[in-house]
């Protein structure tokens, strides 16, 4: 007959762990179970013959590793016209002398000498301190954008001439370094192109060492890569809180709600409604029940739709002002403390199985996050249109009270009312149309408003209300 073991107290069990803690350790079995480098090479050997190993092969690895930083050096700096040469030298020297060819021996001797001469080249370095200042991080499309370089000869030996090759974009930019005097130092300017928005890469400075064949070639970088914000070009418009807004939102709402801060009437009581808004003294006089009904209030918040589809504009020029036109009713709207939010399309991924039916929402912390935001969207073929950016907006227009859509003049008119109806009719619609080719103008079209713009300057006149037009 067995007996199944029984569960010791656990009082008995932490007071065997902690006497088990209390015990001296036996640092000999600790290390018998530590195997270290040494151990692995010479194992139970002892005296001057394992210290010789250990020093044997301390030796291979140093050799190896200078081995293997000299081949990776050369390998950095030879270009593969230069392997090719380096691989046909040997055979052409060989082969003449084995086969008597005068020919491929004078080959063999000229490549040779070519190599010679090429590694002369990346012979030395120049010690320079080259400071790369930028222009401000953030200008606007047009704006004059200037860089500073200046190279500092810190050694007490004057420096030969060179040429700094500096990135702006995607064009490299070279610039001429004369020789400069021990402690000397000399600055340049270079000019950076903002003709476009985006984000603008500057730098790294390098100079490039090669021979005139082009067997060898070494780089040297002299500063980090810098980036500059290109934001598109944007003009100060009315105050939201006057113009154009304020005579859209100043339009009184029908919308009736059980609890807001406008009365509307008195009703009779119907179950389900909160008890806390029974009006008593009426409904002491007429012996019913009667509860308050308010207006909804309209919350001071805008909608700023821009579509980058590019069926929806007409050219580049177009999608340009239109993004421009985004940029500052956006940035104005921010500079007043409004609640604000500018969304652009989606764009579905090449590969995508699916097409991406959403919207991307733009920073509106500051006017700069927006701008920069801004400053790299592009339109394309796979994203979405007027319609479905409308649609998704008006599905999140909760508190909205005026929401404009921008977009370019292909968009028909049919296309614009399915778009306008696509917000609830508490939130009014304005549609900017960006037309450079048009006369500028706003009219009335349904329920929602259509202003057509040719330029930025178009859109502060329309902004100022309707005497303006």
């Known amino acids: 007959m067995t007996t199944a073991p029984t569960d010791r107290p656990r009082g008995a069990a932490a007071a065997g762990a902690a006497e088990r803690a209390r015990r001296p350790i036996d640092e000999s079995t600790i290390g018998s179970t530590v195997t270290t480098a040494r151990t692995r090479i010479v194992g139970e050997r002892t005296g001057w013959a394992a210290d010789a190993l250990v020093a044997i092969v301390r030796a291979g690895r140093a050799a190896r590793g200078a081995v293997v930083a000299v081949l990776h050096a050369i390998s950095s700096v030879v270009t593969p016209l230069g392997w090719t040469v380096a691989a046909l030298v040997p055979v052409a020297l060989v082969a003449g002398y084995a086969w008597g060819w005068t020919e491929l021996i004078v080959l063999g001797v000229v490549g040779a000498t070519l190599g010679v001469v090429a590694g002369i080249y990346l012979v030395g370095r120049t010690r320079l301190e080259v400071v790369l200042a930028p222009p401000p991080q953030r200008v606007a499309v047009g704006d004059p954008a200037i860089a500073r370089l200046r190279v500092h000869n810190p050694t007490r030996r004057r420096s030969f001439g060179q040429i700094l090759d500096v990135p702006v974009g995607r064009e490299i930019v070279p610039v001429s370094i004369p020789g400069l005097s021990p402690a000397g130092a000399v600055d340049r300017e270079l000019a950076v192109p903002t003709g476009r928005r985006g984000r603008l890469a500057l730098g790294p400075v390098r100079t490039v060492r090669a021979d005139p064949i082009g067997l060898v070639r070494r780089e040297l970088v002299w500063t980090e890569a810098l980036e500059l914000i290109v934001h598109p070009r944007t003009i100060d418009i009315p105050s939201t809180s006057s113009g154009l807004v304020r005579d859209l939102e100043g339009q009184p709402t029908r919308d009736i709600t059980p609890s807001d801060l406008a009365f509307h009437a008195l009703r009779e009581y119907v179950p389900g409604d909160d008890r806390r808004h029974i009006h008593w003294k009426s409904t002491a006089k007429t012996g019913t029940f009667m509860v308050r009904q308010f207006e909804e209030t309209r919350r001071s918040h805008l909608v700023v739709a821009l579509s980058i589809a590019s069926i929806d504009f007409g050219s580049d020029d177009e999608f340009e002002l239109a993004v421009s036109v985004t940029g500052s009713l ?76 921008v977009v370019g003049s292909t968009v028909t008119p049919a296309r614009l009312r399915t778009a306008a109806a696509g917000f609830p009719p508490a939130v009014e619609v304005v549609v900017i149309l960006c037309d450079p080719e048009h006369v500028p103008g706003r009219r009335r079209l349904g329920t929602f408003t259509v202003v057509t713009i040719g330029s930025l300057a178009d859109l502060r006149r329309a902004m100022q209300g309707a005497q303006s037009w």
Not at 347 to 361: G, H
Not at 384 to 401: H, N, P, Q, T, W
Request: aromatic content about 2%; overall charge positive.
């Open 330 to 405: 956006g940035a104005r709207a921010i500079r007043d403390a409004r609640e604000v939010s500018v969304v652009v399309s989606a764009v579905t991924p090449e590969f995508a199985k699916r097409a991406v039916v959403a919207l991307r929402p733009l920073a509106t912390l500051t006017p700069a996050r927006l701008l920069d935001d801004l400053a790299v969207v592009e339109h394309g073929p796979a994203a979405l249109g007027i319609l479905d950016v409308a649609r998704l907006a008006g599905e999140g227009s909760r508190g909205v009270s005026v929401a404009f859509l």
